[in-house]
């Protein structure tokens, strides 16, 4: 078995499609390891990943990036998670016997430790918006790399830190060519959603949501991305709780997914039931349409079932891909500005009135999607380059 070291970025939106990955990768002759915070750590052994724990000058950098605020800030934490993660881990691979690294594209400590160590190593994005004119704009000065790339032994280069963190060989970009925002990288491979196969309905749920499943009514999931800052928690709720309060006015089955840390601020109707996070693999095959603030990662795995859906975005790349789903003829929007219950009702509404105006570009995504072959195709080509 060839071992692999797997490094996202933090937060279990960077987390997941590397674990999704990595539960393909046994069945190819790969050993994977996963260099993630504690709460990736946990998921990942459950997709076969053996964890490599961070020092805690690394995790704390977590914590950090959740204060974040300003471009600024988040630069600097992207500078000090480079600094303080590549000579770690260029230990680590070491000390492993590693054959490859998959990293991140925001995690450059990863590619530049793979990159001193001799290995080959691939690169993945997490959302279209890493293609985007913003991102690029953005690129030119977010983290001086000469003293880190020498301190490494590595040779000088003109490539900025954006591009320093693509590989050279494999670059993965988990959606299909149409939600291309500019031309891909060198190297660069489309392979659809980067997802967990879904499970069947786990016996762990409770009864209410077994009710809701079996329904004959409409289903609509309302579920928000995990927030990685906390300046956006009161924004999400502010979502949640319209949300919630839209369905309540509609003849519909509705299930309101909310983060532990959160809760809504009003009863809700008997039809509209109120749960803590829930597993997206169990819950989305079932629903008719989803309601979301728009995370690539819940939005991709939602398109890749052909469920229509239903935007508020809120933050970072939420906007960008809003903009790209409307665009496509997948989903519909609503900007965060103009929110209220009663207009996400009434949006909602000409949804469930005319479910064909979206049906029709989500199973021709949905088909792409397939054919591009998702999570057990990036596996193979990561095993191919190794």
């Not at 430790?113 to 690129?139: D, N």
Request: aromatic share 4%; net charge negative.
């Amino acid at each position: 078995m060839k071992k692999v070291l797997l490094a996202p970025y933090f937060g279990l939106g960077h987390s997941m499609p590397f674990i999704a990955m990595a539960a393909h990768m046994r069945g190819l002759g790969l050993e994977p390891y996963l260099a993630a915070e504690p709460a990736a750590l946990e998921r990942g052994a459950e997709a076969g990943c053996k964890p490599l724990e961070l020092p805690p000058d690394v995790v704390e950098i977590a914590t950090t990036v959740r204060g974040i605020t300003t471009t600024e800030e988040f630069a600097e934490a992207l500078s000090t998670l480079a600094q303080r993660s590549a000579p770690f881990l260029r230990k680590a691979l070491g000390e492993l016997g590693a054959e490859g690294v998959v990293t991140d594209s925001l995690h450059l400590g990863a590619g530049l430790a793979a990159e001193a160590s001799g290995l080959p190593w691939a690169s993945a994005a997490v959302t279209p918006f890493e293609l985007s004119p913003a991102m690029a704009a953005g690129s030119q000065a977010i983290i001086p790399t000469a003293e880190l790339r020498q301190s490494l032994g590595l040779p000088e280069t003109d490539r900025n830190s954006l591009q320093q963190g693509l590989s050279p060989t494999l670059h993965i970009l988990p959606w299909t060519p149409d939600f291309d925002l500019a031309a891909p990288p060198p190297a660069s491979k489309h392979v659809g959603t980067l997802v967990l196969d879904p499970d069947p309905l786990a016996e762990s749920l409770d009864e209410a949501i077994k009710r809701f499943v079996d329904t004959p009514k409409p289903k609509v999931l309302v579920t928000a991305t995990s927030s990685p800052i906390d300046a956006a928690d009161p924004m999400v709720e502010e979502f949640l709780n319209d949300a919630a309060e839209a369905l309540g006015s509609l003849d519909v089955a509705g299930l309101v997914s909310i983060n532990r840390s959160m809760a809504l601020e009003q009863p809700v109707p008997d039809h509209v039931l109120v749960s803590p996070f829930l597993p997206h693999a169990a819950i989305l095959p079932h629903c008719d349409f989803i309601v979301t603030n728009g995370g690539w990662g819940t939005v991709s795995r939602t398109l890749a079932l052909g469920i229509p859906v239903v935007m508020v975005p809120i933050f970072l790349d939420q906007p960008c891909n809003a903009e790209l789903c409307t665009k496509l003829g997948v989903a519909r929007a609503l900007e965060y500005e103009d929110l209220t219950p009663e207009d996400l009702a009434a949006l909602l509404q000409e949804v469930l009135d005319a479910p064909e105006s979206l049906q029709s570009a989500t199973a021709t995504c949905r088909a792409t999607m397939r054919e591009l072959g998702g999570a057990p195709e990036a596996a193979r080509a990561i095993a191919a380059m190794l």
